[in-house]
């Protein structure tokens, strides 16, 4: 089993910046790549990032050149900065994992972005 905490979400203004924060504990020998979602409301939830163990990075088109997702392997921590946030970015970030024999969630952490 795998737990998976995020952090950092809230209220910014459009242009503002967030950095999130998954922490996670458990069977954390099993992760090997880890990244972030988000939903929107009335939406699919989408692919934000993606970091495999050896620091191979994808990113949704959407946010490529303003976000940026890093990984802490010591710290069993991947973080998504956000910079120059639109409004169109608002939802619920939810961190997953991928492993060896199972992928798992996060809580979710909301991100709203509005004047």
């Known amino acids: 089993q795998v737990q998976l905490v995020e952090s950092g979400g809230g209220l910014v203004q459009p242009g503002g910046s967030l950095r999130l924060s998954c922490e996670a504990s458990?069977?954390?020998?099993?992760?090997?790549?880890m990244g972030w979602y988000r939903q929107a409301p009335g939406k699919q939830r989408e692919l934000v990032a993606i970091?495999?163990?050896?620091?191979?990075?994808n990113y949704v088109d959407s946010v490529k050149g303003r976000f940026t997702i890093a990984r802490d392997n010591a710290k069993n921590t991947v973080f998504l900065q956000m910079n120059n946030l639109k409004p169109e970015d608002t939802g619920v970030y939810y961190c997953?994992?991928?492993?060896?024999?199972?992928?798992?969630w996060g809580q979710g952490t909301q991100v709203t972005v509005s004047s």
């Open positions: 458990g069977s954390i020998t099993s992760i090997n790549t």
């Open positions: 970091i495999t163990s050896g620091g191979s990075i």
């Open positions: 997953k994992s991928w492993g060896r024999t199972a992928d798992y």
